[in-house]
């Protein structure tokens, strides 16, 4: 375990469907993240938030949206979205910025397959 | 734009030997350099961090430098087991603010074989 926990670890959607994942960290940090994981692709970043307001939301599509109801917390929530949206969904958190000697501390992912 | 390339997609050596691995980066000048492992179905995990000022780090069988000029970093795994096969990302800090916004080259998958 590394501290960041998300769930569920798999999850198979249909395109009408609405569901969320969920992301909890108890390492004190204040910043906690989004990203995606495509196959032969980078990490891409999705949103960020800093002591629980979002101060980055790298265009991504109104289909996914995010909510931190507080610093231990992060949500995505999903609704009507596409097969091009089957990835690893990776959940971030870190105390500051990144530039700490400890980094960013991820989760294991969910793994999101949309039918 | 920003740019993040590592130039080996995968690289197999053989057990005992030293692994580097490369990321050049354009169009930014970034005031640190990460790098973590992934494995697979797993989130990254990170290994070490690297500032502008600080030409290389260690950490007991890893050794990171940081070359500003040419814009690259190199990443050695020295005396390499199997157990040290993964994907390796180096990563970049955009932002240097209280929240980073941190980009991720695409990785190296690095295969060790006994």
């Known amino acids: 375990e590394t501290g960041v926990t998300q769930t569920p670890r798999h999850l198979v959607m249909g395109m009408t469907n609405k569901k969320s994942l969920k992301c909890e960290q108890h390492l004190g940090h204040n910043a906690m993240y989004w990203y995606k994981q495509s196959a032969k692709k980078p990490l891409e970043l999705m949103f960020v938030y800093s002591l629980e307001e979002r101060v980055e939301n790298n265009s991504v599509p109104s289909r996914f949206s995010p909510e931190c109801p507080n610093s231990s917390h992060l949500f995505l929530h999903l609704h009507t979205l596409q097969p091009e949206d089957s990835a690893l969904y990776l959940c971030?958190?870190?105390?500051?910025?990144?530039?700490?000697?400890?980094?960013?501390?991820f989760g294991s992912g969910t793994r999101l397959t949309v039918v | 734009s920003q740019k993040i390339e590592q130039n080996s997609e995968a690289l197999n050596i053989q057990e005992g030997k030293t692994a580097t691995l490369t990321c050049n980066y354009t169009n930014y000048s970034p005031a640190y350099l990460q790098w973590y492992r992934q494995d697979p179905g797993r989130g990254p995990v990170f290994l070490l961090l690297?500032?502008?000022?600080?030409k290389e780090k260690r950490k007991e069988r890893l050794k990171v430098t940081f070359d500003t000029t040419l814009k690259q970093s190199l990443f050695h795994i020295t005396a390499s087991q199997p157990a040290d096969s993964a994907t390796y990302l180096c990563?970049?800090?955009?932002?240097?603010?209280?929240?980073?916004?941190?980009?991720f080259g695409s990785g190296t998958r690095l295969s060790i074989r006994p």
């Open positions: 990563a970049l800090d955009l932002s240097g603010s209280s929240a980073s916004k941190i980009i």
């Open positions: 690297i500032r502008e000022n600080e």
């Open positions: 971030a958190s870190s105390q500051g910025g990144g530039a700490s000697n400890y980094g960013y501390t």
